[in-house]
């Protein structure tokens, strides 16, 4: 097998981030001053941004090393996606970590491109040793994320955050080897490290307990029941802004490389792997949404309502067809448009007073109503009530779920959106009723309310018109579900 | 007897010697170089597997790079960041627990035999004359691995950025004797100099 400059011409946007990159290194080597370095955080926003809209100019479909990696439509359609939140994130986060990180902005955007420099690779990856390299890529960079805050002078929430990032970073490193040795099983008992080779797998215990270490690691770094642990630690403990990029982009990475391992490698043989999964989801769905009712601090609440919306994720996962993993990704899109707007608004509200128990946003509609309506609109997207785009979410899911034979885990994840609707809506109820106990309105950073803005305009237009999003989400489930190599074709919608 | 199977044995025994050694010593260099004996046993045992290439990598990374490190660090961090086994179990429960995983370990490795060579009626499929060779991995390594090993070089500069961006620290310490310092300080701060834990560290020393 040789490489060609063919092979180069399919990395199109991989290398173009790249190049991103780059430049972003080279601007913080060159700046000493903390304005040069808050630089970096423009350039990296304006950059993507640039990235963004060439992904509209220059479409390239076609396979790179010996079909190891590929191109298509499904590539397109997700790279857009993580390069949205990329860049939401960095808007959002500008502020904050000029504030809190001051020397290190360079490092902090740098690393974040890393890391989405790791996803975008990871979703055209068709072979489980590039798989792996790319998910630990996308991965070890936001264990630094957790940790880039250092306080000064402020002994207890210096041990908050080095509690929440170490925790992070021990069952990250931990994790790893798991699904490695599950991995390493895996491809012992196919043979070969391709996933198109994976449905010939000989049915044999240790192909089982290969799946089931996988699952287990991967199980890990998504959080769900019972791996879940570190989750609403790190959550607390790391800023807002961060916890935005890693309540969202990062699990749908994982979610997204086991797709590529059960839903489409073994696509025929689902009855290996359904009955672990199927068990995930419910006890993520249950325990995730019972434990986020008698939380007190915004954060933690969010975090228990993300280990309970992975629960939602892996119910599409399980339908394991086109139509699933369609709606997979409609789910995906809604989810991280409505976690990241979610996520900044509680920086908007806590970010300055570092307090985010539920009762700071008392009165926040008298204090700032369009904050607190941005918030609202969030909550409900997150709930799944009519007319935001995380109505339609849930609904398809369900109705993919339902006509896959899961009637029972729909009823399941119905009741528990009506316990989540409890928990969502007390804020809700906080930020109405409650009387403020500070009057003055709320200082939002220019870039910060253009995150939230974002955010906003993508959850309320899908939710009014969500046809183009379900027809591009279900050309791209399309493309992912040809392990084969085929004619690669992409649209550019 | 063959010469095999003594050199099979020694490396064994290299193994099983270095892995005691590990955990019984009370010095913890003493540790350290334990481990070693046994990645050089391991080592060994892949050269006898025909894997030259995973011998010499075993060597250079694990016991030229990992156990320097080790090293590097218990120095760095001194005989004050050793903390003494507190938990005061009988020795009747502590050799219990021991066999009870030996147990374990040893019941899962007879059952992965047993499956695998049902598997594949007893007979292990011959490999190719240069398996495993330094030759055959390196011409891998760069036609149809290139991808992969490519990317690995980015995840070596995402571990070396991210290290100096947790390590470097822009404040003051505050005054804190290294002797209570906590592990986080430790993570946060950077490593304690032994030859400062004389000197309590007072509000004007900076890192």
Redesign the interface.
Known sequence: MTITIEDLRVLTLPLELSALLFLVLIADIATSSVRGKTFTGWLTFWGLCVVFGLTFVSPVAGEAFGGRFRADTWTLFMTRWFIVAGAVVTLGGIDRIRRMASRRQGEYNLLLLFSLLGMVLLIGALDLILLLLCFELSSIPLFVMAAIEKRKGQEFKLMLTAEGAIKFFLVGVVSTPIALLGLALIMGMVGDSSIAALDGATTSPLLKVGLLLLLSGMGFKLGVVPFHMWVPDTYQSAPAPFVAFLSTAPKVTALVALARILVSGLQNRSELWTPAVTTLCVGTLVMGNFWALGQRSTKRLLAYSGIGHIGYFMMALLVGDNTGMAMFLFYVVAYLLTNIGTFLVVEAVCGRSEDESIDVFAGLSRRSPWLAMSMLLFLLSLAGIPFVVGFWAKLYVFIAAWRAGYSWLVVTGALLAIVALYYYLQIARVMYMNEPKVKDPIAVKPSLAAGVLICLLGIVGYGAYPRPLLESARAAADAFMQTRSATVSVSLR | MTIGSVYFFLCAIACIAGALVTVVARNPIRGALGLLLTIVGIAGMYLKLHAQFLAAVQVIVYAGAVVILFVFVLMLLGADAMERPTGNRSPVARIAGGIGIAAIVLFTAYR?IQ??SR?TNGHFPSLSEDFGSVKSVGKQLY??????FE??T??L???V??A???A????KR?ALSPNNL???HR??GGPVEPRDAAQPITKDSTL
């Open positions: 992965a499956v695998y598997a036609s149809e691995a290139l991808a992969p990317l690995s980015a995840l500069i995402v571990s950025i991210g100096i961006a947790v470097r620290t822009g404040h505050t906590t592990s986080a993570f946060f």
